[in-house]
């Protein structure tokens, strides 16, 4: 069965520090990957999707950046973390073909002081 | 950007009683999925209904679909406590092109069930 994995679950920055948050999934090959961002109360927000190994597409333009260097590894990054990129980060996957459904990973709560 | 609105954001009922939640969108879908998240955890999937189907039942959920009102709602039957959390709709957006996957999610209905 599929899995996947997200570390960390909770992480307390300062500001201006580097971010690096990874989410990896077992259990199937050549998946599409995204990266949500959820606020307080409100609905997800589209990061990133990625449907192959070192391609990425951004959806806002924004102070983060992903990878994608292993088939089923994505990276959420960020140089210089800013106030308004706290937050509660999800990483799903679809399957590669139907890319229907979507899978989702536990979630990594930031909080940028 | 979101495509689906849940309505109402916010609800709560007792044990036993039926929930129901709604959500609209606003262009054609292939499909329209309902998702669950309890507090501070990832989204878990519920049931795709697609496009060409009016109705669909899991368990204790029923979901209908009217492409002609763009709506679609979920009814959890017999709520229980445990079904405390909140509930997305998504959808699909074959009008903006190559969608790859991507699903426009809404800002969830928050459900309360009361023991």
């Not at chain 2, 999937?45 to 496009?51: A, E, V």
Request: hydrophobic residues 30%; proline residues 4%; glycine residues 8%.
């Amino acid at each position: 069965s599929q899995t996947i994995h997200q570390w960390p679950a909770t992480l307390v920055q300062p500001v201006g520090s580097p971010l690096s948050l990874e989410c990896t999934v077992e259990g199937t090959s050549n998946p599409n990957l995204y990266w949500y961002r959820q606020a307080a109360g409100r609905g997800l927000q589209l990061l990133f999707y990625s449907v192959g190994i070192g391609q990425i597409s951004s959806e806002v333009p924004q102070n983060l950046s992903a990878s994608r260097p292993q088939d089923r590894q994505f990276i959420l990054s960020s140089k210089k973390l800013l106030l308004s990129d706290s937050g509660f980060y999800l990483c799903a996957w679809s399957d590669g073909t139907v890319r229907e459904t979507q899978y989702f990973g536990p979630g990594t709560r930031l909080l940028v002081l | 950007s979101q495509q689906g609105e849940e309505d109402p954001q916010a609800l709560s009922i007792q044990e036993g009683e039926n929930a129901t939640m709604n959500c609209s969108y606003k262009t054609s879908i292939n499909n329209l999925q309902w998702y669950r998240q309890n507090s501070g955890r990832g989204l878990v999937h519920l049931i795709l209904i697609r496009s060409n189907e009016r109705e669909k039942h899991s368990g204790r959920l029923r979901v209908t679909l009217d492409t002609s009102k763009k709506s679609s709602s979920l009814l959890i039957t017999a709520s229980r406590a445990a079904d405390t959390a909140s509930y997305f709709c998504a959808t699909d957006s074959p009008d903006r092109g190559s969608t790859l996957g991507r699903l426009y999610f809404g800002r969830g209905t928050q459900l309360t069930v009361w023991p």
